[in-house]
């Protein structure tokens, strides 16, 4: 064996060139009888969903507090039923000389569209009037002008069943509130109340609903701080839609106080248990592949393409997907990869709220390699990829974000043909692909690089063994390695394996068998 393991022979770092791939998803069919298809993929990665639900905290009791209850649902007044909503995007007034860095990039109406999707994406919130209103600064209290608020309240006069307002921006002032609700006689929300609501809908797991409790805090403090006491208590009389409720001021505080230490142990709980969980997990020595991005951009889609996973179910919703899962996939050259789904992301709310998912988001964190899913049908796609990046940076996703990045430009099936070449030609091509994972365009030649990044990026090579035919060394290669190929010698004697190896497994080899 010494004899034969001298012929190990370094192919290159960067993997073989792949073959024909691969996996089904929502729209895209594979080509039959491939020789990648995917096989029993789903064992080992079921086996890390089990273990990783017995994270054995209840957070149902934890977060059940009747009091606090009362208190933040008076602040939030996000009803049951639903609303019909007057949508309204203000946007910075370049006349009056100021300058929106929100706005580059990007358009009034396209930031319209989005908050009327914000409002659409809540079961049984409806749209049902909206309106593009200049206004010099977001921070003054009154925010709208005098004629602006005389408009809303004309539309509203006219289209009874409209019952809230969505102002869509970050966050307003709890005095921006009060002073709207005044004039107005419904319910003001801003985006961080309607993404807050979205994900308390969307919220099905105990990680995420844990880490959903945690978002609201800082605007439930904000609120607290900002409502002066006397008008507070004119709200909770009923003067205007809803008030703070009969928990006194400093109960309030104590509340969100003991509520913020009783969460805080909790996520210390979740992040010590996922730790332990990729510690300990088989999953740490497969490679890891993060799948990010704005959300809606095709994250789910693309990890469905790539694993086959029927149980993934890809939603025309923003914030479908709030828990942060894992889900096996092989790379034609049969690597076993992970591949994690994420929450997505969104400009114009405050970094807290996505910040709050960070005990899940670690695991992405720890992956080899990002995928950045673009939604390029999307014209504002350059502020969204943009806004993802940034938002990246801010959660520390760790100093060598950009050799990790893998950038996917979903959705490809949407936009012209000469369009998209325009697009191709304004996007330096090496680190970007454009796919459909819907009708499985492009999707060929991003694997054959993504394989190569995946390789790359985990030091992993490839590289021939040639051993003795039917021997121990054989049996031992096909149950541990990933082998691209297999070739008999002329001889029949020895067989020729080509696999794709960490160093690390080339020693537990050489120790086995080179002793
Ligand atoms: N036309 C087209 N639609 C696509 C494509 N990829 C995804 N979609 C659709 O886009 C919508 C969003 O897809 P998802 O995969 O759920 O997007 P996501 O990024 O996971 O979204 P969130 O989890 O909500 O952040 C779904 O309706 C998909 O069917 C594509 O290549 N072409
Ligand atoms: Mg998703």
């Known amino acids: 064996m010494i004899k034969t393991f001298q012929h190990l022979l370094r192919l290159s770092s960067t993997g073989p060139s792949c073959g024909k791939v691969l996996s089904s998803c929502g729209g895209w069919v594979p080509p039959k009888n491939t020789r990648y298809a995917l096989q029993g993929t789903s064992t080992n990665f079921e086996a890390v969903r089990a273990y990783s639900d017995k994270w054995d905290l209840d957070v149902e009791s934890l977060l059940k507090d009747e009091e606090y209850e009362e208190f933040s649902e008076r602040i939030f007044r996000l009803p049951q039923h639903g609303h019909n909503v007057l949508v309204i995007q203000p946007f910075i007034d370049y006349q009056t000389n100021w300058k929106d860095p929100n706005l580059k990039n990007t358009t009034p109406e396209l930031q319209l569209e989005e908050a009327e999707a914000l409002i659409k994406t809540l079961s049984r919130w409806k749209v049902s009037g909206s ?9 003054r209290s009154n925010f709208f002008s005098y004629g602006q608020i005389e408009r809303m309240k004309d539309i509203l006069n006219k289209t009874k069943n409209i019952s809230a307002v969505f102002v869509s921006v970050n966050i307003l002032k709890a005095r921006q509130i009060i002073n709207l609700e005044l004039e107005l006689d419904v319910p003001v929300y801003d985006r961080y109340t309607i993404v807050i609501q979205i994900f308390k809908q969307h919220a099905k797991t105990k990680e995420s609903k844990l880490q959903v409790a945690m978002a609201e805090l800082p605007y439930l ?3 607290v701080k900002g409502f002066p006491l006397g008008l507070s208590d004119r709200l909770a009389l009923g003067s205007v839609v809803g008030g703070l409720g ?5 109960k309030r505080k104590d509340l969100l106080q003991e509520r913020e230490l009783k969460l805080k142990k909790a996520i210390i709980s979740l992040r010590k248990h996922r730790e332990r969980l990729r510690s300990t997990q088989k999953i740490s020595s497969y490679p890891i592949v993060a799948v990010m991005g704005y959300t809606n951009a095709g994250k789910t889609s693309l990890i469905k393409a790539l694993t086959s996973k029927d149980s993934l179910q890809p939603k025309n919703q923003l914030f479908a997907t709030l828990d942060v899962t894992k889900h096996e996939g092989l790379l034609p050259c049969k690597l076993k990869v992970l591949y994690i789904d994420t929450v997505g992301f969104i400009t114009n709310i405050p970094t807290k709220l996505i910040e709050s998912f960070t005990a899940t988001l670690e695991d992405a964190m720890c992956s080899d390699v990002i995928i950045h899913v673009w939604d390029v049908s999307n014209p504002d796609f ?29 959705k490809i099936d949407r936009i012209a043909e000469d369009k998209l070449l325009e697009l191709k030609r304004s996007i330096p091509q090496n680190n970007t692909f454009f796919v459909s994972t819907k009708n499985g365009q492009g999707m060929e030649e991003m694997l054959d690089n993504l394989q190569k990044k995946i390789i790359a990026a985990t030091g992993r090579i490839c590289m021939k063994i040639k051993v003795k035919t039917g021997g121990n060394e054989e049996l031992w290669i096909r149950k541990n390695f990933p082998v691209v190929s297999i070739e008999l010698g002329n001889d ?4 020729t394996f080509t696999v794709i190896v960490t160093k690390a497994q080339i020693d537990t080899f050489k120790y086995n068998f080179l002793k």
Do not use: D
């Open 492 to 495: 029949s004697e020895h067989t």
């Open 246 to 250: 009969r928990v006194s001021p400093e």
């Open 131 to 139: 309106l593009l209103l200049g206004v010099p600064s977001y921070n």
């Open 221 to 223: 403090r904000q609120c």
């Open 382 to 410: 350059v502020l969204q990829q943009e806004h993802v990046m940034n938002t990246l940076k801010k959660l520390q996703f760790g100093e060598n974000l950009e050799q990790k990045i893998f950038t996917v430009a979903n």
